[in-house]
């Protein structure tokens, strides 16, 4: 199998590559980079731009390209209604039965609070199963990562040019779940895709691998 410097496409040879360090440099570039990430990159294939999975696209005009895929997800069918009975439970017993009464309670609305701030993490989520959506669009000298229901997401920004590598890693969440992720390796790494299918999830990682390499080139 063929390692390729994912900066400039230089054929890694057997001396350019430490196994023991997972460490690869390129005799071209100079760049150092981790060596297995280069193998999953290379044995994930070629990726057909004009022919992406299910659920993702890639679109490319005179100054840029954009590729992302939707997040919906058969997870929603459980997902969202597991949300509307918790969030309905907890915050219908906590504040409605304050509102049913017509009176104010301050300590129980208190207590309510991290009830609440969790039905805005689950809505969110849930929502995401159902019509979220990845995109990274890079036009000239920008990028950016948008993670999002239509137009409202979150947006970050990065140097294209900057990027030295284009990996999947696994990420543990702040609950303790490990999902997937695509990384973008720079000056200020950058971590998305964690609620993409895997067909989707490599799809976009491919295709920046390959969009990036050809504009450093």
Not at 34 to 62: E, K, M
Not at 159 to 178: H, L
Not at 182 to 196: A, S, Y
Request: hydrophobic letters at 40%.
């Amino acid at each position: 199998m063929q390692v390729l410097c994912p900066k400039c496409g230089q054929v890694l040879g057997g001396g350019a590559v430490n196994v023991a360090t997972d460490v690869a440099q390129c005799q071209r570039c100079s760049e150092v980079f981790p060596l297995s990430a280069l193998v999953r990159a290379t044995a994930s294939g070629p990726v057909d731009r004009d022919n992406p999975p299910r659920g993702a696209w890639y679109n490319s005009d005179f100054d840029g390209f954009v590729v992302g895929a939707t997040t919906r997800s058969l997870v929603a069918l459980l997902f969202v209604p597991f949300m509307c009975v918790w969030s309905g439970g907890s915050l219908g017993g906590i504040y409605g039965m304050q509102v049913a009464q017509g009176r104010f309670n301050p300590m129980l609305s208190l207590f309510g609070i991290p009830f609440l701030l969790g039905t805005l993490a689950l809505g969110s989520a849930a929502l995401m199963t159902l019509c979220g959506r990845v995109s990274v669009r890079v036009n000239d000298d920008e990028g950016v990562v948008f993670t999002g229901i239509g137009s409202i997401g979150w947006r970050r920004r990065f140097n294209p040019r900057e990027v030295s590598t284009v990996r999947i890693e696994p990420y543990r969440t702040n609950n303790g779940a490990t999902s997937m992720a695509i990384v973008l390796d720079g000056p200020h790494k950058l971590r998305f895709g964690t609620m993409l299918s895997e067909a989707r999830r490599d799809f976009i990682a491919n295709v920046l691998r390959l969009e990036l390499a050809s504009r450093k080139s």
